[in-house]
């Protein structure tokens, strides 16, 4: 990571950058000052002890953290209860009458505003059908469901009995679905008939069917209906969530679990066959995810209202839609569908009938709005917006100055936040109202979190160069194993320095000693014995007027070991869109050239009108990687349209590779 031609080209990115410092007003309101960056540090466990005690615990806890490299244990004498903390608490604080969820449906016109004593209510219901159902505490229970307000009911009331929940997104084939429950040994699902997507309603009640010939072990399978469409029907297996949940008791009395209960496990979708399940406790990630909602966000719960853009399916909807933000007692949007649904500015339409205050989402989604124009949220009112929110992968700064600009009117902080399914919350970002911000940047580590980049021998690169991102102490909302593999869970996270966790990913000082990401260090090229990465190429690829999108990947090349291909949409305000496409490829490539290096340039350009991506919005570079090397495709029913790639790929066979 630290060769010349790497650090030429990082600078080049770097080199344009600005820095914003905190506005007044957020420096005057904000929830913490600059000292909580020494206080932290001063002495971790204490600070995130006093974090801890802001959630309401059955037994207080004694012991803060106990750490046998790699495993760790915080607060484990104490014990909680997830559901209390995010519902029961404020409900008897008086609060049951403030919305916790506005949900807006796909369909035009389908919303239901939901209070903290109604989603109570429902919870209690779940929870003791749940359990007439026989599901025991430490049963796991697999949830497979649509952007509903019944999905967040499921995972609160497993959360209550002390079931460990297992969401799997909705765009998991059966095989997938399949896969993960027999992982999990779990012996119930909760499902749904379908949910709409581009106005269409879609089938996961067929999915489940199909996995479950598959995992004869399932007992029960609950089902919403959503959509109305006809199902299959199992007798003595299958049963309706209204025929069961609805009648069920409105109260439930609550347990309380200890610190380290398992809360959830989440699969990764890695292209190795065996899925890994990442799996959290109760105590440590409730208490990091509270406390980086409250303070990243800079949370005002009386009269924010928040927008987590991504689906449950995700860790970023367990974080920062079901966990965070409701152990904080805040209101929040949860939207089912796409963002052209009913029109390209469906968001900024949503934002304007709610007011909504934060919104946090991802920069495929940044992208895609700039691709269609300004025009969109410039004819909504967005004035309510007073943060924003990046998430999910390193934004490139035009995608970073254009959402400032067009979406915050100018005036709202960024946090770029870096953090994974395995950390549990966010790691690293900067702090409204403490930390500047810088179009790009990740900035500095969260407060308690002990973050730097090292060489390969594990030693910290100074300010201005780049190197691998480690973790070199224990946080609470870490993962504590992958499901039943406590060897994998060390050879993959821990084992290649010792004592530090070790992210996979790239990232590099910058000369203020503020750190970028770099992407995935596997998303390395190797071309002519130079090392690239896919983000920097990326970077410089959506820096070209007439490029809205990129992705970039390696192909096996005879001469230079890798070369880079890389697949373009174009903004439709382009004005190249006269010129035939050899002009537009060789506009771009020459571009990158000088953005970069010569070396940087792309062996061929593809032309694309989209890019195939998941539902939670990240481009497929897996897919992209086959197509380059002319492989078989892999499995594509994650994707939004998985028609994609095969346009893709057609356009690859005829595109000719320029020199």
Request: glycine share 10%; net charge negative.
């Amino acid at each position: 990571m630290t060769d010349h031609h790497h650090e030429e080209a990082v600078e080049a990115l770097l080199h344009e950058n600005r820095r914003f410092a905190p506005s007044a007003d957020f420096v005057a309101t904000a929830n913490v000052g600059p000292n909580v960056y020494a206080e932290a540090a001063a002495d971790p466990e204490a600070w995130w002890a006093e974090q801890a005690r802001t959630l309401e615990w059955a037994t207080p806890f004694t012991s803060v953290l106990e750490w046998e490299p790699p495993f760790a244990r915080w607060f484990s004498d104490g014990t909680l209860n997830a559901s209390v903390n995010c519902l029961d608490r404020h409900v008897a604080a008086g609060r049951g009458e403030k919305v916790a969820l506005h949900w807006v449906g796909e369909p035009e016109g389908e919303a239901a505003d939901i209070t903290y004593a109604e989603l109570l209510e429902r919870t209690c219901r779940a929870a003791n059908a749940l359990e007439s159902l026989g599901v025991e505490a430490g049963d796991r229970v697999v949830i497979y469901m649509p952007m509903i307000p019944e999905a967040i009911v499921a995972m609160l009331a497993c959360a209550r009995i002390g079931a460990p929940h297992s969401v799997i997104f909705g765009g998991f084939s059966a095989e997938a679905l399949a896969d993960r429950i027999t992982d999990a040994d779990a012996q119930v699902i909760i499902t749904a008939d379908g949910g709409f997507r581009r106005g269409v309603a879609s089938g996961l009640k067929v999915e489940v069917d199909a996995a479950l010939t598959l995992c004869p072990a399932v007992t029960t399978s609950l089902v919403v209906r959503r959509t109305g469409q006809e199902v299959g029907w199992v007798e003595g297996r299958d049963l309706w969530w209204h025929d069961v949940v609805d009648p069920a008791a409105p109260t439930h009395e609550p347990k309380a679990f200890a610190a380290e209960h398992p809360l959830y496990i989440m699969y990764t979708s890695g292209t190795t066959a065996k899925p890994k399940g990442i799996f959290h406790t109760t105590g440590g990630y409730l208490t990091h995810t509270s406390t980086t909602h409250r303070l990243v966000f800079d949370i005002k719960p009386e009269t924010d209202i928040c927008w987590t853009s991504a689906d449950i399916g995700w860790v970023t909807g367990h974080s920062y839609i079901v966990y965070g933000p409701l152990a904080n007692g805040v209101t929040q949007v949860m939207y089912e569908g796409t963002p052209d649904a009913g029109g390209k500015d469906r968001w900024w339409r949503i934002i304007e009938d709610y007011k909504v205050t934060i919104l946090y989402t991802a920069p495929t989604a940044i992208r895609t709005f700039m691709k269609w124009g300004a025009e969109f949220p410039a004819g909504h009112d967005l004035s309510s917006l007073r943060l924003l929110g990046s998430v999910g992968e390193p934004i490139n700064p035009e995608a970073w100055m254009w959402y400032r600009k067009h979406i915050g009117g100018g005036r709202c902080p960024i946090v770029d936040t870096w953090w994974q399914t395995e950390t549990g919350g966010i790691m690293i970002t900067p702090l409204p109202g403490v930390t500047a911000t810088k179009p790009g940047a990740a900035m500095v580590p969260f407060p308690g979190i002990s973050a730097e980049i090292v060489d390969n021998d594990g030693d910290p690169v100074p300010d201005g160069h780049g190197g691998l991102l480690v973790i070199t102490r224990p946080w609470p909302g870490m993962l504590r194993g992958i499901w039943g593999d406590p060897e994998r869970y060390a050879d993959t996270y821990w084992s290649k320095f010792d004592g530090m966790y070790f992210a996979g990913d790239g990232a590099k000082r910058d000369d203020d000693g503020d750190m970028w990401l770099l992407g995935r260090v596997d998303d390395v090229m190797n071309v002519s014995g130079h090392r690239l990465s896919t983000a920097e190429v990326e970077h410089a690829l959506v820096g070209h007027p007439a490029v809205a999108e990129a992705a970039v990947v390696g192909a096996h090349d005879q001469i230079t070991g890798q070369a880079i291909v890389a697949f373009v949409t174009l903004t439709a305000s382009s004005e190249l869109h006269g010129a035939d496409d050899r002009e537009i490829i060789a506009s771009i490539r020459a571009h990158v050239a000088e953005a970069i290096s010569p070396i940087a340039k792309p062996r061929q350009v593809i032309l694309t009108p989209e890019l195939p991506k998941t539902r939670s919005g990240k481009i497929m570079r897996r897919l992209l990687r086959d197509i380059a090397e002319h492989r078989a495709l892999g499995d594509v029913t994650t994707l939004t349209d998985p028609t994609v790639v095969n346009m893709i790929d057609g356009l690859m066979a005829v595109h000719a590779e320029d020199d």
